[in-house]
């Protein structure tokens, strides 16, 4: 996608940094009113809101300056009440709900976590919800941090199969060298491709910078991640009049290409060297049905065989035994073969819950 396709975009994940936000309530209130006016024209939209641990230092009397890990956490679980309710109040003129979602490291990386967190925001996005999602600062440690909420913005747009992952910040966009110590810098508008030549440019990562390149690397870094699930990235200076919509005009922040038809984030992991934990074979109408990218429904199910759990990799086997696909199942094995050959509507009836209508979801395959 590129920045002449703007209008086109329909999952949205707009990032929010904690220097933008100590503006205070003005801040919250031009970004809601900006993701508001896209949400009228049917763009989803997910915030990822850095902040609480900044909203909470005060709230608990701790000094200015660096904080222990410890100090950090606690912060954050004082300030995160206060960062989810300023953004429910700039929501609430234009009568949209927001909710909370808190993530560590484990979710993006534990495929069945993955899996939930997916289910669940995308849930909360078919309501017309807008998720306003954070890292669990109170429980993470150093080791499995982000360490930047650039990175999880993008491991969030692979979650929800974003289009488009905004950087809003105090940083307009991705300058040649740092603004700040040459005069004759040059703001890129397009960025096709991030080379070593443009990794170069985002310099050290200094996190004192106000605008260019300071704090680049993981955005960089995040525009990257997006890139491996087809979705764009831009970055682009928080405090501009609808900072968002103005991305379509070329005057407003970097824009990072995604190379077109590339939608691979859902299934990335499958093309890794994984072994499949079972298989599933299927008869030639289910077959065809994957081959077309539809979901594997149970109906279409003849055998299940080894030993999975949900989230696990599995084989689909077609009728004359060949492996036609890998994907994610959504049930265990032992639902799975108490399932296979039934009717999605049987699935509650027979297992006393239902999670989801496919047994392997279209997202969730990829075809060998």
């Given at each position: 996608?590129?920045?002449?396709?703007?209008?086109?975009?329909?999952?949205?994940?707009?990032?929010?940094?904690?220097?933008?936000?100590?503006?205070?309530?003005?801040?919250?209130?031009?970004?809601?009113?900006?993701?508001a006016?896209?949400?009228?024209?049917?763009?989803?939209?997910?915030?990822?809101?850095?902040?609480?641990?900044?909203?909470?230092?005060?709230?608990?009397?701790l000094?200015?300056?660096?904080?222990?890990?410890?100090?950090?956490?606690?912060?954050?679980?004082?300030?995160?009440?206060?960062?989810?309710?300023?953004?429910?109040?700039?929501?609430?003129?234009?009568?949209?709900?927001?909710?909370?979602?808190?993530?560590?490291?484990?979710?993006?990386?534990?495929?069945?976590?993955?899996?939930?967190?997916?289910?669940?925001?995308?849930?909360?996005?078919?309501?017309?919800?807008v998720?306003?999602?954070?890292?669990?600062?109170?429980?993470?440690?150093?080791?499995?941090?982000?360490g930047?909420?650039?990175?999880?913005?993008?491991?969030?747009?692979?979650?929800?199969?974003?289009?488009?992952?905004?950087l809003?910040?105090?940083?307009?966009?991705?300058?040649?060298?740092?603004?700040?110590?040459?005069?004759?810098?040059?703001?890129?508008?397009?960025?096709?491709?991030?080379?070593?030549?443009?990794?170069?440019?985002?310099g050290?990562?200094?996190?004192?910078?106000?605008?260019?390149?300071?704090?680049?690397?993981?955005?960089l870094?995040?525009?990257?991640?997006?890139?491996?699930?087809?979705?764009?990235?831009?970055?682009?200076?928080?405090?501009?009049?609808?900072?968002?919509?103005?991305?379509?005009?070329?005057?407003?922040?970097?824009?990072?290409?995604?190379?077109?038809?590339?939608?691979?984030?859902?299934?990335?992991?499958?093309?890794?060297?994984?072994?499949?934990?079972?298989?599933?074979?299927?008869?030639?109408?289910?077959?065809?049905?994957?081959?077309?990218g539809?979901?594997?429904?149970?109906?279409?199910?003849?055998?299940?065989?080894?030993?999975?759990?949900?989230?696990?990799?599995?084989?689909?086997?077609?009728?004359?035994?060949?492996?036609?696909?890998?994907?994610?199942?959504?049930?265990?094995?032992?639902d799975?073969?108490?399932?296979?050959?039934?009717?999605?509507?049987?699935?509650?009836?027979?297992?006393?819950?239902?999670?989801?209508?496919?047994?392997?979801?279209?997202?969730?395959?990829?075809?060998?």
């Open positions: 996608m590129t920045r002449a396709a703007f209008t086109s975009v329909r999952s949205l994940v707009v990032k929010v940094g904690s220097a933008l936000l100590q503006e205070g309530p003005a801040a919250f209130q031009r970004i809601a009113d900006d993701i006016a896209l949400h009228a024209q049917g763009v989803r939209t997910t915030i990822v809101s850095s902040g609480a641990v900044a909203l909470g230092r005060p709230k608990l009397g000094r200015k300056g660096g904080l222990t890990l410890e100090q950090k956490q606690a912060a954050a679980a004082a300030g995160q009440t206060l960062l989810v309710d300023a953004w429910a109040r700039a929501f609430e003129p234009h009568k949209l709900q927001t909710a909370q979602a808190l993530i560590t490291l484990d979710v993006t990386e534990i495929r069945r976590r993955w899996l939930n967190a997916r289910s669940t925001l995308n849930t909360l996005l078919d309501l017309g919800a998720p306003v999602v954070n890292e669990n600062d109170t429980v993470a440690t150093e080791e499995i941090r982000y930047d909420n650039d990175r999880l913005a993008a491991r969030v747009a692979q979650l929800v199969g974003a289009d488009l992952l905004v809003l910040s105090d940083i307009d966009g991705l300058y040649t060298v740092d603004p700040r110590n040459d005069p004759g810098a040059r703001k890129l508008s397009e960025v096709p491709e991030i080379t070593d030549e443009i990794l170069a440019m985002a050290d990562g200094n996190a004192e910078a106000g605008v260019g390149t300071g704090g680049m690397v993981t955005k870094a995040a525009a990257g991640i997006a890139a491996q699930s087809g979705c764009a990235t831009a970055i682009t200076h928080g405090a501009h009049d609808k900072p968002i919509q103005s991305l379509a005009d070329a005057g407003h922040g970097s824009w990072f290409s995604a190379p077109e038809g590339m939608r691979i984030g859902r299934t990335s992991w499958l093309a890794g060297a994984i072994d499949p934990k079972g298989s599933i074979q299927v008869d030639d109408g289910a077959g065809k049905a994957v081959r077309d539809k979901s594997l429904l149970p109906v279409g199910v003849t055998a299940v065989s080894g030993q999975f759990e949900r989230g696990d990799p599995v084989m689909i086997v077609s009728a004359q035994g060949q492996v036609i696909a890998r994907g994610i199942s959504a049930y265990d094995a032992n799975a073969r108490l399932i296979g050959g039934q009717k999605t509507d049987r699935i509650e009836e027979i297992l006393g819950y239902k999670r989801a209508a496919a047994l392997v979801h279209a997202d969730d395959i990829l075809l060998s």
